[in-house]
């Protein structure tokens, strides 16, 4: 059973990049037909798709926020990473990784504030 | 801007049968949709409950089951139980992005 866990820091200040890393284990990243996922939620609102990456490199953004955000893959250490640039406030949220949507980290509490 | 709609609230009662829609801005949901259902306790993560449509991951119940109803994706719970009481949420593919619903609370 694959299990995924995000890291990163709890704060982040207004105008910075945020970036998280999610450890995967059990599974090997690099296994084909796999996608790794970002999603995040903002304290009692609903979720939001940040993007995904393919093994293959390849990788789909929400356009809301394409401008700001990249998703890449380190095989040699199991591991997929987010970073946002210029955050705001907005982006104060829970943030979760997964792979596929089907297997969901725990997620971690990223705040954007001074 | 899409818009994907799920009822804000509903309630049922324990033993009982309820469906949870899931529908598009964009005209009627279809199978090129790939619907896919999440369920969300509070203070956890999201559950993945169905993926495209109507396939069940195996830790689900029987009692959850996906389908496409009057152009709309639909969530079925039947004989629901009190463990069901959660957010759910509906996720739809817009060619190359992905889009949630607003989420619907069921009260059980």
């Known amino acids: 059973q694959v299990h995924l866990q995000e890291s990163g820091p709890g704060l982040v200040k207004p105008s910075q990049t945020l970036s998280l890393t999610c450890t995967v284990s059990g599974g090997s990243i690099s296994s084909d037909s796999d996608y790794w996922s970002w999603f995040r939620q903002p304290a009692g609102t609903g979720l939001e798709w940040i993007g995904h990456?393919?093994?293959?490199?390849?990788?789909n953004y929400n356009p809301s926020l394409k401008s700001r955000v990249a998703i890449s893959v380190d095989s040699s250490k199991n591991q997929f990473s987010l970073r946002l640039n210029s955050v705001t406030a907005a982006d104060t949220a829970i943030y979760y990784c997964?792979?596929?949507?089907?297997?969901w980290g725990p997620g971690t509490l990223v705040t954007v504030s001074s | 801007q899409t818009v994907v709609t799920q009822e804000p609230s509903l309630t049922v009662s324990p033993g009982g049968t309820v469906t949870l829609t899931c529908a598009s801005s964009t005209g009627a949901v279809t199978s090129g949709y790939f619907p896919n259902w999440f369920q969300q306790k509070p203070g956890q993560a999201p559950r993945a409950l169905i993926y495209?449509?109507?396939n069940k991951h195996s830790w689900i119940p029987a009692r959850f089951a996906g389908s496409l109803l009057g152009g709309k994706a639909a969530l079925t719970l039947s004989g629901v139980q009190p463990e069901d009481e959660a957010d759910y949420y509906c996720?739809?593919?817009?060619?190359?992005?992905?889009?949630f619903g607003g989420g619907t609370k069921l009260t059980v």
């Open positions: 495209n449509t109507n």
């Open positions: 996720f739809l593919y817009y060619g190359g992005t992905w889009v």
């Open positions: 990456i393919y093994t293959s490199g390849s990788t």
């Open positions: 997964a792979k596929k949507f089907f297997y």
